[in-house]
């Protein structure tokens, strides 16, 4: 966060407001680290501060601090808009447009609030006051440190912001492995710990508090695999009945895409998750090197994301789509050779 827009957050948080904190739909690990974090470490200078998610977010996310006081738009709609009309300051976090709230986006064009933005994504939208957006950026939480840094408080910085953050962080690295992670992320990370994150107990409570049920549905997404060879490429399928089949909840099927990755000399991976509930495929797509799977994701699938981690939906059926993913390939074949 630049200078000047450190001073103006500065003299805002100088006066009570009442502050909201928002995470884009379907919360991940960063989205949800950086709600509590921040939330952890405005408490202290006696704001009013709620995190309002548009929906739920996954289990293995649950021992965060503060994660049992997150209001949900799609549980309480009338307490959120109510929190959103009432809001003197709003954050958006780890996301940039505000659609990527599904539901919450007409309350939040409607707030008369201060917005800030604080994001690490591709082309953010222009409807911030303070737009602290950064794509060279491990992950939203490495910002909300920065944030921390900036408005003087990481001698203040408490063992709960710290294990939020580290595990934002965590999450959006892949354990620190993603070409995003940079020797200040790093830093970043070591500071966490000296703020108390205890890193072993982070990385047992999210990845080592598997259902059966879940490695059971990963088994059936690996048999699902299909490696298209020509083109370095590697998707998986999950169908609604086979979700079905392994009592799915929230972020089972966290993680399930970087095992095309995994593959030697792959260079595009995919999922497509059928969701009877919404009525679409949700689509996940990795890659390798300078393959843009935002530009893929942007140019056929609604979503976006960043170079080699991204999202979007396809309105036909699973099996449509899956042909669609493949005819668009050939396109693609020169940069899926070279990437
Ligand atoms: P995931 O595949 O894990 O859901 O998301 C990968 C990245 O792409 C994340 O940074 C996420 O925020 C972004 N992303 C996922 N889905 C969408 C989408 O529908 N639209 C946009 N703009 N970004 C998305
Ligand atoms: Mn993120």
Request: hydrophobic share 40%.
């Amino acid at each position: 966060m630049n200078c000047e827009d450190a001073r103006t957050l500065r003299h805002w948080l100088s006066t009570p407001q009442r502050i909201l904190l928002i995470p884009h739909k379907n919360p991940d690990g960063d989205a949800m680290g950086a709600c509590l974090g921040l939330q952890h470490f405005l408490l202290r200078t006696q704001q009013a501060v709620t995190v309002a998610s548009p929906n739920e977010f996954p289990a293995f996310l649950k021992w965060m601090p503060g994660a049992g006081e997150v209001a949900y738009y799609c549980k309480e709609q009338e307490r959120v808009e109510a929190l959103i009309r009432e809001a003197t300051l709003i954050f958006t976090l780890d996301f940039n447009a505000l659609d990527r709230t599904g539901p919450m986006e007409e309350a939040l064009k409607g707030a008369e609030a201060r917005m800030v933005m604080i994001d690490h994504h591709q082309s953010p939208e222009d409807y911030a006051d303070i737009r602290y957006s950064d794509v060279s950026m491990s992950s939203t939480c490495e910002m909300i440190y920065n944030t921390i840094v900036a408005l003087d408080g990481a001698q203040v910085l408490s063992p709960q912001t710290a294990a939020c953050l580290y595990a934002g962080i965590l999450t959006d690295t892949g354990s620190f492995k993603f070409a995003s992670t940079s020797p200040e992320t790093l830093r970043v990370a070591a500071l966490l710990m000296e703020r108390g994150a205890d890193h072993t107990e982070i990385h047992r409570q999210i990845f080592d508090t598997n259902r059966p049920e879940r490695l059971r549905l990963l088994g059936i997404a690996l048999k699902n695999m299909r490696i298209l060879e020509p083109y370095n490429t590697a998707y998986i399928t999950l169908s609604q009945e086979e979700l079905d089949s392994c009592d799915y909840r929230k972020g089972d099927t966290e993680g399930f895409v970087n095992y095309g990755l995994s593959i030697s000399g792959m260079v595009l991976a995919a999922i497509f998750i059928e969701s009877r509930e919404e009525g679409i495929i949700k689509i996940s797509l990795r890659s390798r090197g300078s393959f843009s799977v935002n530009d893929m994701a942007r140019t056929h699938f609604n979503g976006g994301g960043h170079i080699n981690a991204a999202g979007g939906r396809s309105e036909a059926p699973l099996e449509e789509t899956t042909r669609r993913f493949e005819a668009l390939l050939p396109e693609y074949q020169e940069k899926l050779s070279n990437p």
